[in-house]
């Protein structure tokens, strides 16, 4: 596992800031990020060693964890900057599955799915988001969560 997450951190893009850039990929580069993001999805089982606690081993599974969501995040803005929607849509689902409380991950998420129009989807990937961030982290979501959510329910009204 820890393998295919390195090899795509070492040959991954530069972040964008949370923004879906158009244009920016080649062909071949979304097609080497689809098939890598698919063969992390079939090889990723979840946490490193669940159930064996030690602070050094919970350290490694954490930064393991977000080098996987870091990758299905970037691949998934790639994905869709090539306008390949429902694949980034697949892999950014993918990514929400593993971290329901990691805000970029519910941000792209909810971004695609509001563009392809599936706006229950995202409005429900909010609400899973924001109860996980207020049940984990005492928290509510960032506003940039809530204008998004605000955008879809004003395109829904």
Do not use: W
């Not at 993001?37 to 081993?57: C, D, H, K, T, W």
């Not at 892999?91 to 970029?104: H, K, L």
Request: net charge negative.
């Amino acid at each position: 596992k820890v393998e295919v997450v390195d090899a795509v951190v070492a040959h991954g893009q530069p972040r964008h800031g949370g923004k879906i850039h158009r244009g920016r990929h080649t062909a071949h580069e979304v097609e080497d990020c689809v098939r890598i993001l698919s063969q992390l999805e079939r090889v990723y089982q979840g946490p490193l060693m669940p159930g064996i606690e030690n602070a050094q081993l919970e350290s490694y599974r954490n930064k393991f964890q977000n080098k996987v969501l870091d990758v299905l995040t970037e691949g998934s803005r790639i994905i869709y900057s090539k306008g390949n929607r429902y694949v980034a849509l697949h892999f950014a689902g993918f990514a929400f599955g593993q971290n329901i409380a990691r805000e970029d991950v519910c941000y792209l998420y909810m971004f695609i799915q509001k563009e392809l129009g599936h706006y229950t989807g995202a409005i429900n990937t909010y609400v899973e988001c924001r109860g996980a961030l207020v049940d984990e982290y005492g928290i509510d979501a960032p506003r940039r969560l809530d204008a998004l959510y605000e955008e879809i329910i004003k395109e829904v009204s």
